[in-house]
């Protein structure tokens, strides 16, 4: 089904059957009764309140995930550093290479020699 701006059907059906109940209670346009008419909105009303609270469950999961990871971060950290002050590893270790730190051995020094350019 094609993309469909449901703000924009919701108002244009909520003035429609405001209109509907003013001006024509027991008239069916088309086939389509104006208490059905009715009840579609209100299932679709339905359908978005569902929606919105499974997004705020979903921000909520979101929310609980990415404390997890922040903790799990510092955890990482803790180790790698554990794993650089451990005598028997140290920061130029394979082990803390292979945890995916930069070896003492292979860090570039920083220092740079700036040219003049003429």
Do not use: H
């Amino acid at each position: 089904m094609a993309n469909v701006n449901v703000k924009r059907v919701k108002e244009q059906c909520d003035v429609m059957q405001d209109a509907w109940s003013e001006g024509a209670k027991t008239v069916d346009f088309n086939g389509i009764t104006r208490v059905s008419f009715k009840a579609d909105i209100d299932a679709a009303a339905v359908a978005d309140d569902e929606i919105g609270d499974l997004e705020a469950q979903l921000k909520l999961k979101r929310e609980a995930r990415d404390d997890m990871y922040a903790a799990l971060d510092e955890k990482r950290s803790k180790v790698g550093q554990g794993v650089a002050g451990n005598a028997d590893y140290g920061d130029d270790s394979p082990l803390y290479g292979a945890m995916g730190f930069v070896r003492k051995s292979e860090r570039k020094s920083g220092l740079t020699k700036k040219t003049k350019q003429s």
